[in-house]
C-alpha cells in the first residue's frame, strides 16, 4: 500500500480502536507477545539480512543496536507482556468539579487517535512503540529505517498475526513500506490523519520535523547530557557515575557527552578520570577531547567547539573546565539539548541552584543520567525521551500518549 | 525596540520571573492590577482612538469586542486580582516515586520560559494573558491586531508601572511594536527565544502558524460548535439552550454556529426555534441557513456547503437535518474545529454514545456550548480555548501554562 492508502486505513481503524475496552486490548497485546515469539526464527533471519547488509556501512555502536537474537526476541516480547500488566491510561477521570449552578465537568483520558512514529535502527523500539501505542487505544504507523526494514517489517506481520488471532482488525497496526525521505515528511504534513508524530531519531530527523511537519509533533531523544563535578564532590562517586554514564551504553540518548569540572577539583579528578576511562585493561576505552584548561591537566584530543554540541553516541567525551556552578549553569543551557544533566555534590544549596536553573526534563543529584529511562521511572517500557516542553517531557509511557476531554452534563444549562 | 530585542530581553528576564515566590508574583499581580485602574483614563482615550479609527472597517460584533469602557477596566483589573489569588501553579510536585533502589524521583512543575500570545482586538486579553503568563513564572510577549494596538499599548504601559512598583523589572511583559503580518512570522520562528506560542485568533492565523511555525505552538480559538437536538431532547429545552448558544454572545468561539435536529422531531422543533430566534421583538434576530431538509420546513436562506463549514462570529446559524445521532457524529467529525459540541437528548445510552464518539475539547449533554470558558470551568480567567490536543485540550489556565521536568537524587546511584 501507498503511505496515503495506509494513512487513510488507520484513520478508518481508530474509532474502533479508541472504544476497545481493556481486556479486549490486553489480550491483543498478549496475542502479539506470543506471536514475536513464534515467529523469532522468520525475525532473526531477517535481521541477519538487515545486519549483514549494515555491516561496514554504519559503525559497531550502530550495529549493536540493530542486532538481534533469541534473548532480545524474548525481551520484546516480555515488553509487550508488561505494557499488558500495565494499568489502562485510557477512560482516567482527571478532575472532576460541579459548578455551583450544578453543572458536572469531568476531564476524562481519551487516546490521541493515529500515532506515527518515525525511528531508525533499533528494531526493540517496533514492538515497544507497537505495545504502547495499541494499549493507549491509538492506532500505530511505524516509519522505520531502511537499514532495518526486512526486521521491522518480520515483527509488525507477526503483531499483526496476534491481532488477528485476538479477533482484532490488524489495521491497528501499520509499517510504512516506503523507507524513503518521502514518506516522512509525507507524514510530518498528514494533517487530519495523523495526530501525533514522534521522530526517534537523530539531530537531522529532528530538525527536518520542526522545519516541516504541520502535524502535532513531539521531539525526542537527541541527548547531549552534561555531568557537572563540583567542588564539594565525592569524587569517588563522580567517578562511578562518569563511567557510568559514558561507558555502559554510549548508543543511548541518556548517555552523558560532556564532563564539566569545577576548577578547584580539576587538578585532582582529571587524571583519575583519564586513568579510569583509559584503562586499556578495560573492554573499551575512551577518547577524551579537552578544552584548553583540562588540556593542561591531563592528555588527550583538544577540544573543537563542535565537540560540546555533538551527541557522539560513542566511546567519546567532550571534558571542560569550569569557574563555579553558575558557569556550568551557564554552559549547559548554552549547549544541552535538554535531555538529562547531573551534578555531583555533598553540598545541598549548590544542588538546590542546579536543579532549579538547569532547564532539562532531568536533573540529577549524584546519580547517573543513565536512569533517564521509561523502565528506570516505572512506565512500563517507553515510547521515547521528549526533549520538548510541552505535552509531555522525559520518558513518555502510556499516559504520555493520551489527551483529554471535557464531559459536561446538565439539565439544561444556559450561561447567563 | 525591534521584535528581536524585545524577544532577546525577554529572554534574560525569563530566568528571573522563573524563580520568584509566590508572594513576589502575586504582590506584582495586584499593583498591575492598581496601576491599570489608576491608567483608566488614558486607556479609554486611547481606546477611544482605536474604535473611531475601526468603526465601518469591522463589524458591528467585533467593534463591541474592541470597545472598552469603566466597568470593562475594573472587570479587567478584578480579572488580574482573581488570578493573583488563585494558587501558584510553579512548583507543584506532581508524581514522586522511590525506586526500588531508593533513587527518588519527583516530578515537578515549571514554567516554560517566554510565552508569546498573538491576538487581534479584545482589550481585555492583554490583561488576561499578562497576568495568567506572569502568575505561571512566564516572561509575556504580546503581538495584538494593529486595530487595538493603541489601547494595548496603554493598558501594557501601565502594567509595566505596576511591575516597577512592586520592585521588579518591567522586562517580564512586552508588546512587540511591530503589528505587521512580519513580526507574527518573526515569532513563529524565534526557536530558542520563544518557548510558547500562542495564537489567538480567526483560522488565517491559525493557519498561518501551523504552516510557518518552527516554536512549539498551541492553536486556540476556532470553534465551529455544533448543537444536535436528538429525538428524545426536551424540546423547550433545546429551545433554550439553542438560543443561549447561538444569541448570547455570538462574537466569542464558544458561541454555536450550526444546530442538527434529528428528523423525527424536525418538523416540531424547526417551526419554534425560527420562531424563537428570528422574533422581531428581540434586541438582535438570526439568520439561518438551512440544508435542504430543514428548507422544506421553514423559511430561510439556503445554506451553501460553506455555511457549514464558517465560524460566523454573528448572529447566523446554519441548521441541518439528519438521520439520527451517528449522522450527527459524522457531520461533526467532519466538519467541526474539535471545539464544543452538544447533544440534547432524554436517553443516557445516546448520551453516552456522543460523548464517546464526539473528538471535540467539550462535549456537553443538555448544556449550552456557552460553557466552554476557564472562568466557567473554575480556572480563573483563560489564556484561551485549545482546539489541538496535544498539551492543553480546551480552556487554558495556569496549569497548562507550565511543564514539569524530573529531579533525580541519588547517593552515588549507577545503572547496572
Redesign the interface.
Known sequence: MTTQEILQTAKAAS?ALS?LTTDQKNNALLAMADALEAAAPAVLAANGLDVEAARGSISSVMVDRLALNEARIAAMAQGIREVAALPDPVGRVLDT?V?PDG?S?RKVA?P??VVAIIYESRPNVTSDAAALTIKSGNVCVLRGGKEAYRSAAAIVAAMRQGLQQAGLSPDMLHLIEDTSRASATELMQA?GLV??LIPRGGAGLIRAC??NA?V?C?QTGTGICHIYVDKEA?LA?AL??M???KM?RPSVCNAAEVCLVHEAVAADFLPRLHARLTDISREHTAELRLDSRAAAIIPGVPAGEVDFDTEFLDYTLAVGVVADVEQAITHIAAHSTHHSEAIVTQNEAV?ARF???V??????????T???DGG???LGCEMGIST????A??PMGLAELT?????????????G
Open positions: 474509532v472504544t468539579f459548578r453543572l465537568i481519551v490521541v487517535g494533517e495526530d501525533l520542526v522545519e504541520t502535532p513531539i565525592d562517586m562511578d557515575i563511567d557510568n554514564a555502559s544542588a536543579t532549579a536553573a532547564d532539562s526534563a532531568a536533573v540529577y543529584v549524584n546519580a547517573s543513565r536512569f533517564t528506570e521511572f516505572g520538548q516542553k510541552l505535552h517531557r522525559g489527551t483529554y476531554k471535557y464531559i459536561i452534563t446538565g439539565n439544561g444549562h444556559t450561561r
